[in-house]
């Protein structure tokens, strides 16, 4: 079969996710929650074939990835394609804190502004080439297998529009919590097709707060 199944997943829970405030690409570990969450995600796993394991080179990937890689030796490959969207000077900052001083900037960011990118950062335009190329890359080193592809969730949410051609602008509709496994098929001339999204069943037994969605990046 000319085509590569993938396994994407967002990374486990970090105090900067319950703060809601912006990530980026600034490399910031996992909290507790955040490893439970790891481990229970690479115990759903267990019973899938994986040919191969990637994640972005931040941490709380990185380490999301080594708890599936060692429950089965498999090893990390570590790829900077697959970080969290760049936000310049606003990483660090919580929402609430720009939209108290530039209103202009969370409008564009709630619009989806494809073309606008924070002082220093990443359009949504830019993102969505490098993601879309990433992972194509990936996918294709293994046709007919299947892969693990560990991010966040800026990156899962282009896969999912490439996946089921949605538009870069539309709002979203769709979950994106920590932890949680999405599976997409990629071919070569059908390039990215969505299988499944949001499997959370492997959280169940959750802190009751409950999984962070992608907003809080």
């Known amino acids: 079969m000319h085509a590569t199944r993938i ?3 967002r990374h486990g ?4 996710n319950r703060d809601a ?16 969450q790891a481990q229970r995600v690479a115990q759903a796993l267990d019973g899938e074939a994986i040919d191969a394991l990637y994640a972005s080179d931040l941490a709380r990937a990185r380490d999301t990835a080594a708890a599936i890689g060692q429950r089965r030796t ?29 209103p202009d900037v969370v409008q564009a960011w709630k619009t989806r502004v494809p073309d606008y990118a924070p002082p220093g950062g990443e359009s949504l335009l830019a993102l969505r080439t490098r993601v879309e190329q990433t992972l194509a890359e990936l996918a ?18 282009i896969l999912y529009r490439a996946a089921a051609r949605v538009d870069l602008q539309a709002p979203r509709a769709w979950a994106m919590g920590n932890a949680a496994i999405h599976r997409v098929l990629w ?7 969505l299988l499944s999204w949001g499997d959370t069943r492997h959280l169940e037994e959750a802190e009751e707060a409950g999984p962070l969605d992608e907003a809080a990046q």
């Open 7 to 9: 396994l994407a997943i």
């Open 13 to 16: 829970e970090t105090a900067w």
């Open 21 to 36: 405030r912006i990530q980026g690409q600034l490399d910031i570990g996992l909290n507790d929650t955040g490893r439970w």
């Open 74 to 102: 498999l090893s990390v490959q570590l790829h900077p394609g697959l970080r969290e969207r760049h936000f310049g000077i606003f990483q660090g900052r919580t929402w609430r804190e720009l939209e108290a001083e530039h």
């Open 140 to 157: 294709a080193r293994h046709l007919g297998g299947q892969i693990v592809v560990v991010a966040h969730g800026g990156v899962l949410d």
């Open 187 to 193: 071919s070569p001339d059908g390039g990215f097709a």
